[in-house]
Structure formats: C-alpha cells, structure tokens
C-alpha cells in the first residue's frame, strides 16, 4: 500500500510569486485535503477535494486554490505569495467523506522571502 | 466558532510512566475525534479514533475517553517510551468536511 506522498519537500519563493504544490494520495483513497501548518501550531484546513469537486473550505483567501485529478492526486496552487504564507503544507488523503482517518503526507515546507 | 483546545502545551513524563493529554471541544455537533502524533519533520500520523457514540477505545499502549457531557476528550498512553516523545494534537470532524485540528501538546518522555 502506497501513503500519502507530497512534492516539493522544500521550497524558496519571493513575495509576489506563484507556487504549486502536488499530492499523490493513498492507493484507494478519493478524498484529498489540504492543511497549512504555522510553526509551533496545529494544522489549519484550507480545502478539501472529493471527486474533483471542492468540497469544503476554511478560512483562506481565493489566492489559494486546488485541482484534483481522475486519478485522486491532488493540487495546491498559492498566488501572489506573501511572507505569512511560509509554513508546511500538509496533505491528507482519506476514504470517501465519511468519518475516516485523515493519512497524511510528510508535507512541502514553503519559505517565502 | 469551532474550535479543539488542549489544557497543556508541553507534557514532561519519566519512561515507563503513564502519560494522559487532554483535549476540550467547543462543537457539541462534533461527532468524530481523532489523536494524531507528529514527530519533527514528519507529517501527523493517526494514533486512534472514537465516535461520539462511544466513551471509550481502546488500542495498542493507547486509550481514548470522551466525554461529552463536558466536551472533553483525553489520550492516555500506558508505559510511555522515549519513542512517544512528539506534539500530540486532537481533532474533531464536525461534517462531512472537515477536520480541525487544536494547537498541539508536546510530550517529552525523560529516560
């Protein structure tokens, strides 16, 4: 059984710039969501992705923004980057949106300077 | 609004002592709670889960309690290992949506 795997595992960027990150998630999971992580702090829910459609989302500006694939791998796509958007971003597949354990990936660290 | 808090952020215990992290919810609608470990560098990792149905589970070194009368919800670790020592973070699914995540409790486990 294949986990959750993320891509980059590190990353600079300049204010200003656009980034995307990518998510393969677990061999037969169809839910894919996204998580940023401030250092010291709990994960905070960006979005999340359910038969390519979004299906939920927190508090975060349209500037972040996601795509998930036919094939369940997932998309994370952050315009005009600002400095507080440096943190891990995790993702987590899961079974349907059922009440299941979130299996996350080991995250992308996105520095923005 | 919703939110998952834990009472302490840090969490000091000898090897081979018993180990309890609590957790408070606001959301009485929540009706799933999960534990995650999260080792440096490392995304969460699923300890063990409960439904609001439930008081209780029951895992390998792990025990979950929930009680909802006070919204409280506590991960005890039996005979706690230096292997143990991470942030623990307790989450709560309020829908089909989302889950979310309080600040973290970091447990260092003193040999």
């Known amino acids: 059984e294949t986990g959750v795997t993320q891509s980059p595992t590190h990353l600079i960027k300049t204010r200003g710039q656009q980034v995307t990150l990518r998510c393969s998630s677990q061999s037969g999971h169809n839910t894919v969501s996204w998580y940023q992580q401030a250092l010291g702090q709990g994960p905070q829910f960006i979005f999340q992705y359910y038969r390519e459609e979004e299906n939920g989302r927190g508090n975060f500006p349209p500037r972040f923004s996601g795509l998930q694939f036919p094939n369940y791998s997932s998309e994370l796509n952050v315009n005009a980057l600002e400095l507080d958007d440096s943190a891990l971003y995790l993702c987590?597949?899961?079974?349907?949106?059922?009440?299941?354990?979130?299996?996350f990936g080991n995250g992308t660290r996105l520095t923005v300077t | 609004g919703e939110s998952v808090g834990l009472h302490l952020p840090t969490l000091s215990v000898q090897e081979g002592d018993n180990s309890i992290i609590n957790c408070a919810y606001s959301?009485?609608?929540?009706?799933?709670f999960i534990w995650y470990k999260q080792e440096s560098g490392k995304g969460p990792q699923f300890i063990i889960d409960i439904r609001s149905n439930m008081d209780k589970r029951q895992g390998q070194r792990v025990t979950v309690l929930l009680n909802k009368t006070v919204k409280h919800l506590s991960l005890q670790i039996a005979a706690t290992q230096p292997g143990d020592s991470a942030v623990y973070f307790c989450a709560e699914k309020t829908s089909y949506d989302k889950v979310i995540f309080g600040p973290g409790t970091s447990l260092s486990v003193i040999p």
């Open positions: 959301n009485s609608a929540s009706d799933y």
């Open positions: 987590a597949s899961s079974l349907d949106r059922a009440p299941s354990p979130l299996h």
